[in-house]
């Protein structure tokens, strides 16, 4: 069973920065890739990135690019998600979500809930102005 703990939400003033982790423990296939989704009081659950674990793999919703960076330690089983330049429209509980196995052809549909696996818990992400 595939299990994901996010961590490192946190109340933060615009322009700053906050990286999140996301554990992830249970994976069963050599190459699966890691979410991360966001979702704000009233809306939609929103796709911000994704990294397959050999990299090749990486993408970025629009509205964030520039200012959020994805990475991972595969050693540690471990994605983060640098969060650079907040503003206050970035406020929601953030989401990993694991795609085990993945394939290079699901990538017109990383921003898909349906696609994930398995999700984990959430982190609060406070952006004040």
């Known amino acids: 069973e595939v299990q994901l703990v996010e961590s490192g939400g946190d109340l933060v003033q615009a322009g700053g920065s906050l990286r999140l982790s996301c554990a992830a423990s249970?994976?069963?296939?050599?190459?699966?890739?890691i979410g991360w989704f966001r979702q704000a009081p009233g809306k939609e659950r929103e796709g911000v990135s994704c990294i397959s674990n050999n990299n090749k793999d990486i993408f970025y919703a629009d509205s964030v690019k520039g200012r959020f960076t994805i990475s991972n330690d595969n050693t540690k089983n471990t994605v983060f998600l640098q969060m650079n330049s907040l503003k206050p429209e970035d406020t929601a509980v953030y989401y990993c979500?694991?795609?085990?196995?993945?394939?290079?052809?699901?990538?017109?549909?990383?921003?898909?809930?349906?696609?994930?696996?398995?999700w984990g818990q959430g982190t609060q992400v406070t952006v004040s102005s």
């Open positions: 249970g994976l069963t296939f050599d190459n699966y890739a």
């Open positions: 979500a694991a795609v085990d196995p993945w394939y290079s052809s699901y990538a017109p549909q990383w921003t898909r809930p349906a696609m994930y696996d398995a």
